[in-house]
């Protein structure tokens, strides 16, 4: 049986992207020969649209371009990843980098500029507070 790996839906190119896009990457989809995929949007769980507006994690909170805070769907949805993640075993994930619910080790900084920080998304964050251990796209050179 193929080991179990959660992935972010967009980068295996399903369009639930903010911007009803997807972010196909070849190497994440290439893990499919020796992994079983298993893929999850979190915001798209937590209740958010297709499209929707970005948003970034400001101060420990998420908020919306327009300054709405969003934070129950991003907190909603990390909760039904891991939910999705433990039923199926997984122990890995990888999940698209510098997203506010999936980045890992570095996101945006809140000020919707293009810059950057230090920190997890929500999901990240939750998933590897359950001993989950996360990837980014671009470090799967590990696999
Ligand atoms: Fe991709 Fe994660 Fe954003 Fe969904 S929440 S579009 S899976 S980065």
């Known amino acids: 049986m193929k080991k179990p790996i959660l992935v972010s839906a967009c980068l295996l190119g399903q369009a639930c992207r903010y911007d009803g896009k997807s ?3 070849e190497a994440v989809l ?6 079983e ?6 915001e798209a769980l937590g209740g958010l649209s297709i499209p ?3 948003s970034e994690i400001r ?8 300054g709405a805070d969003v934070t129950e769907f991003f907190v909603t949805g990390a909760m039904e990843a891991l939910k999705i993640a433990k039923k199926h075993g997984c122990e890995t994930a990888v999940l698209k980098a510098r997203s506010p619910s999936c980045g890992s080790g570095e996101i945006y900084d809140g000020s919707f500029s293009g810059e950057l920080t230090e920190g997890d998304g929500i999901t990240a964050s ?3 507070k359950n001993g ?10 590990v696999f």
Do not use: F, H, W
């Open 23 to 25: 972010k196909p990457n």
């Open 30 to 35: 290439a893990l499919m020969e020796k992994y």
């Open 37 to 42: 995929l298993i893929p999850v949007c979190p």
């Open 52 to 54: 929707r507006l970005p």
């Open 59 to 66: 101060r420990g909170a998420v908020v919306s371009e327009n």
């Open 126 to 128: 939750l998933l590897k």
């Open 132 to 141: 989950i251990t996360v990837y980014t796209e671009d470090e799967i050179t």
